[in-house]
């Protein structure tokens, strides 16, 4: 069965600090894999997938089929990326499978 | 992209009652889905709305709890029955491009008391 793991619930980085937020995966398929973010008092949105392999924000995520991984990674973390990071496995068309989230907390 | 709107944005409910969320996008779209997000916990999904015939529900949700209706390409509406605290939750209505990516809108908060 698919599923995707983000074991930190909360991260908590000074800024100016690198920050990895770490998402694991299970799927038979070829996975297709989003960092979904929420700001504060905002509608979860798109921050970057892996096919696009974009950078968004300072924002980079690898997928590793090896290990089965998609972290998303920050050199340096900044005041305004503090808010709920949403790792998600793509099931169908716009269908999503999304870990539980790791709250990331940036501080001064 | 798609712009997606939600009514009502929030709502406290008697339990026993019933609610209906609308959902509303601003050009068509073949897939629309229905989230839930628990306190505290992760977004999942509920079902999708399909144009023209019966939503699919996913494990743990059937449909005379949480009726759906997709009468168009560009409307939804997600109704929550016989509703109990444990139905205190963020529901989220989320649509597809044709493509892989999922755009959301901003959530009905819904408390039951």
């Known amino acids: 069965a698919q599923r995707v793991t983000q074991p930190e619930k909360l991260l908590s980085v000074f800024k100016g600090a690198p920050v990895e937020l770490k998402c694991n995966y299970s799927y038979s398929g070829s996975p297709e894999l989003f960092w979904y973010v929420q700001y504060s008092r905002q509608r979860l949105q798109l921050l970057l997938r892996?096919?696009s392999r974009e950078s968004i924000k300072g924002f980079t995520a690898d997928l590793n089929k090896g290990e089965t991984s998609f972290h998303l990674k920050k050199p340096f973390a900044q005041e305004e990326d503090s808010a709920m990071y949403y790792c998600?496995?793509?099931?169908?068309?716009?269908?999503?499978?999304f870990g539980a989230g790791t709250q990331v907390v940036v501080t001064p | 992209s798609a712009v997606i709107s939600q009514k009502p944005s929030r709502d406290i409910c008697q339990r026993g009652t019933s609610l209906t969320i609308q959902c509303q996008v601003d050009s068509q779209v073949t897939m629309m889905f229905w989230y839930r997000q628990q306190p505290g916990q992760s977004l999942t999904l509920i079902a999708t709305?399909?144009?023209?015939?019966?939503?699919?529900?996913e494990s743990g949700f059937v449909i005379d709890k949480f009726p759906i209706s997709r009468p168009n390409l560009t409307f939804s509406t997600l109704t929550v029955s016989n509703m109990s605290p444990e139905d205190s939750s963020i529901y989220l209505c989320s649509v597809g491009n044709g493509d892989t990516e999922a755009f959301f809108g901003q959530g009905t908060r819904l408390t039951v008391v």
């Open positions: 709305a399909n144009q023209g015939s019966e939503a699919t529900y």
């Open positions: 998600a496995l793509s099931l169908s068309w716009g269908k999503l499978q």
């Open positions: 892996h096919i």
